[in-house]
């Protein structure tokens, strides 16, 4: 059986660990040319190791999507290296939690810089390849798809900047989603809830402690679990456009 992807080419940024290493794997060995985009270079060629030795093609790019330039260079880079682009997975992103009354305000630049600037920057280099792609490819469609947040559908004390880029992710998602509909461009939004990544490790130590106390005795979900609905998406026929999922635990309550 052909694999669902094969000859396609996809984006994945944050792809040094957690929900952006499962989704570079999973879309690859559904056929797709992955590009791999992060800071931490030796954790990227890893990936692009396994995924070569299960026959996959894997492109490293180390780049600071925060940064315009090298965001747009990650996917020209792409691009030049495939000729083409056909699936973006904006997964990127800080959780830094903790009551604004004491927060640094650089956690605040922080985190409207990783996810809302560096999720603009690299939708706007890709879009004019999404719509290119899906004028001349045989799926005859394309995909953005951003990784929002349980926290973009529902406000929390101790989140308010977080619940404020992620908000601005849902919005930004369902409007751009409105205009490249009739360009057969499908843009989702994924919402996930509690998942066992890397992400809790970016909180200060007094945050952290408190913030995780909630999900004690809650089965976290797996990075695999996140990458399977992107997979399901992608993966759908040219007229099922997947809008939004939101994934929470089964144990999780808000």
Known sequence: MTAKLHGTVALITG???????????ILAAQGAAVAIV???KDRLEQLAEEI????????VIEADITDQKQAEQAVTRTVEQYGRLDTVVNNAGVMLLGPASE??????????SINVNGLLYV?????????RSASISERK???????????GRKTMAGGAVYNLTKFGVAAFTDALRQEVAGQSV????????????????HLRDEVREQSM???SDIELLEAQDIAEAIEYIVTRPRHVAVNEVLIRPTDQVV
């Open 123 to 131: 939708s706007h280099a890709a879009l004019p390849h999404l719509v």
């Open 52 to 59: 070569t030795a299960s026959g996959g093609k894997a492109l």
């Open 186 to 201: 499908r843009v989702s939004a994924v919402e996930p809830g509690a998942v066992k990544t890397e992400l809790s490790s």
């Open 103 to 112: 927060a640094p305000l650089e956690e605040w630049e922080r985190m409207v």
């Open 141 to 151: 469609v394309t995909d953005l798809i951003n990784i929002s947040s349980v926290a």
């Open 15 to 25: 792809a040094s660990s957690g929900i952006g290493e499962a989704t570079a794997k």
């Open 38 to 40: 992060a800071r931490r």
């Open 213 to 215: 106390k909630s999900f």
